[in-house]
């Protein structure tokens, strides 16, 4: 149990145009979702914080117009890059908290390549 | 704000011998959750083994287990009889017990290598 999956699994667009990253939890209810960037070679940056029916909650530095995050359901969290360019190229990744408990799972990521 | 730190960013073992990862961390908390996860080539995060900052006793799990040194703010990793797929980044986190607490603070990460 306690799987998350992400799509798609790569992406690329071009500069100017959005793309949406999908992130799901298949078997279990996650009130909180958490999006994270990873440059190559480095550690997991926490984006922004998800909540089921409210507003996510960004992290500083994170502008929230072009991360606009999307958590609609219990199953669900939508994260889309809008007018992309080459510098938002990055490893995104999603993940869940079940319940009221302390884990974090997370999704297998979503590589986003601008050109 | 908490931190985390690993001081290593590379490492590396023979296969069958053993490996300790290093992490300190910062907090004025006293009821914190610390974590380490692994990233394999694939990218995706594994969670290898928890602590519960109220327990005294060190979290095992099979091969792995922790130092946790709560007065010292230090939790090691050490991986026994190493094996070719614990090859990986390794991460230590941290995060606060209280309700709502819910964002994980990361290290930098350790490059775990082991030589056949």
């Known amino acids: 149990g306690a799987v998350v999956s992400q799509h798609p699994s790569r992406v690329i667009c071009k500069s100017g145009t959005s793309v949406k990253i999908e992130c799901r939890s298949l078997?279990?209810?996650?009130?909180?979702m958490f999006w994270y960037r990873q440059f190559p070679k480095q550690s997991l940056m926490l984006m922004a914080t998800?909540?089921?029916?409210?507003?996510?909650?960004?992290e500083q530095g994170v502008e929230k117009d072009k991360f606009l995050i999307n958590h609609a359901s219990l199953t669900l969290s939508t994260l889309t890059v809008t007018s992309a360019h080459p510098e938002d190229s990055s490893f995104y990744i999603c993940?869940?908290?079940?319940?009221?408990?302390?884990?974090?799972?997370f999704g297998p990521g979503t590589r986003l390549t601008v050109t | 704000a908490q931190t985390v730190t690993q001081s290593q960013p590379e490492m590396s073992v023979q296969e069958a011998e053993t490996v300790t990862l290093s992490c300190t961390y910062d907090t004025s908390e006293s009821d914190y959750y610390l974590f380490w996860y692994k990233q394999p080539p694939s990218r995706q995060m594994i969670l290898v083994i928890r602590?519960?900052?109220?327990?005294?006793q060190n979290a095992t799990e099979n091969r792995f287990s922790v130092n946790f040194q709560k007065a010292a703010k230090s939790f090691s990793l050490k991986i026994s009889d190493s094996q070719l797929g614990d090859a990986a980044m390794y991460f230590c986190?941290?995060?606060?017990?209280?309700?709502?607490?819910?964002?994980?603070?990361f290290g930098q990460g350790t490059r775990l290598t082991i030589n056949p």
């Open positions: 078997d279990f209810q996650a009130t909180t």
């Open positions: 993940s869940a908290r079940r319940g009221a408990k302390y884990e974090q799972y």
């Open positions: 986190a941290y995060r606060r017990a209280s309700e709502g607490a819910q964002k994980l603070v």
């Open positions: 602590q519960e900052a109220y327990k005294q």
């Open positions: 998800s909540n089921e029916g409210s507003k996510a909650t960004y």
